[in-house]
């Protein structure tokens, strides 16, 4: 256990930190972070509209979610690129690169075929669904910037600066335009439902119990190393979007929502993440009946931000983060959560979330209630605080005798 802890402390959560800190993904995740207003207006009509159902009389606000939540698409396009220009370092081209991005995607987006010249359908195309397109297209932009701005054109000349800096955003903004136009009009290549296809697979594999395991693994591992959990919204993201928005479309339809690895699911729920990623409500309620003195101490400072689903104080105040004692439920915690909500889920003892809701800082068991619109979530959510903690208890009881025992020597020491 020794050598696995050094492994990962010495070498394995560096280098992985090193990968993330990576201009081209730290960038992308940046984005998911700054896309974040736009996701919880959606959030916050949605909401509404729950509420909306059992008071008709109130009027729709549906247009703020439509062009806010439901442009997400052109954002991220924009955001993405913006972000690329600005971890590369390149100021010059953070507001063109990320416009151009934005006509590329229009560009690609507009329907074809069956539904060509529908506005809806165009519109469509802008939202949620396809967040991956987004992605990959501000990307790509922001590959052809990069590459121009390497090039330090016109750098020396004796150009005013001001027609120097319209030339260097002209001719990046033209290759980039000329080349979509050429592959879209020119060679009738339907770029976007290229781009949709490519995820398809990643999309269905993560909507299915071991998908969900892994995600759900993932977060909770990185993050007892230290590593922000925000760095898998560039993966999870799109898929949880895309999942969610085929939900609401399916029930405004008269049909049953169907995919369960979705936001709402994974977060809102507060089930995968009761107290925040890695379940630690449990394991934080335990602390507040420590023998410890300190433990004690440290558990009733830390519970009022936990039953929030905030748990950055318990996982590196406990700490969780390396501490081999406690790390080990925390991963536990991870899969155990996905399979109790599958289970819950597909086999009807849970409604599958059908609404944009992500507010994960709402407590449970409101935000289960909420999200799900099933009072059932609230026997379901105790049932599952109690397996989590039973989880913590022989680990935590291991840690608490290290801590009595530091505390008996520092009594001595005196």
Not at 13 to 32: E, T
Not at 381 to 404: C, D, N, Q, R, S
Request: net charge neutral; with cysteine.
């Amino acid at each position: 256990m020794d050598k696995f802890m050094n492994w990962l402390s010495n070498s394995f959560a560096p280098a992985a930190q090193k990968l993330f800190a990576r201009p081209w993904i730290s960038a992308v995740a940046s984005s998911m972070q700054k896309i974040i207003p736009f996701i919880l207006t959606g959030s916050v009509v949605y909401l509404y509209k729950v509420i909306q159902s059992y008071v008709p009389v109130l009027p729709s606000i549906m247009p703020i979610a439509n062009f806010s939540f439901g442009l997400i698409t052109l954002i991220v396009t924009f955001v993405v690129c913006n972000q690329v220009m600005e971890k590369l370092k390149h100021p010059a081209y953070v507001i063109n690169s990320g416009l151009t991005a934005i006509g590329v995607l229009m560009m690609i987006a507009i329907p074809v075929g069956e539904n060509e010249g529908s506005l809806d359908a165009f519109l469509s195309n802008l939202g949620p669904s396809g967040m991956a397109v987004g992605i990959i297209v501000g990307l790509l932009v922001a590959a052809i910037y990069n590459a121009w701005a390497k090039l330090d054109f016109l750098a020396d000349s004796s150009i005013p600066d001001f027609v120097t800096s319209w030339i260097n955003n002209i001719i990046p903004a033209f290759i980039s335009l000329l080349a979509t136009m050429i592959l879209v009009d020119g060679l009738g290549v339907r770029l976007y439902d290229i781009i949709i296809d490519m995820f398809m697979p990643v999309s269905a594999i993560a909507q299915t119990l071991p998908g969900f395991i892994v995600i759900s693994l993932l977060h909770a591992f990185f993050y007892t190393l230290g590593i922000s959990t925000w760095l898998w919204s560039a993966i999870t993201t799109p898929i949880f979007m895309a999942a969610i928005n085929e939900n609401v479309a399916a029930v405004a339809a008269g049909l049953p929502a169907t995919n369960i690895v979705t936001s709402e699911s994974f977060f809102t729920l507060a089930f995968i993440t009761m107290g925040g990623v890695c379940a630690t409500l449990g394991l934080n309620i335990l602390m507040c009946f420590s023998k410890s003195k300190q433990v004690k101490l440290l558990g009733r400072v830390f519970i009022v931000p936990s039953i929030f689903n905030i748990n950055e104080p318990v996982m590196f105040g406990a700490p969780v983060v390396f501490n081999p004692i406690l790390m080990l439920p925390a991963w536990i915690n991870a899969i155990v959560g996905p399979i109790y909500v599958w289970i819950l889920e597909s086999t009807g003892l849970l409604n599958i979330p059908s609404t944009i809701i992500q507010v994960g800082q709402v407590p449970a068991p409101i935000t289960s209630v909420m999200v799900t619109q099933d009072l059932r979530a609230i026997l379901w959510w105790a049932i599952l605080l109690v397996i989590y903690t039973a989880i913590w208890f022989p680990f935590f009881k291991v840690y608490e005798k290290g801590k009595l025992a530091e505390e008996a020597e520092a009594a001595e020491a005196k």
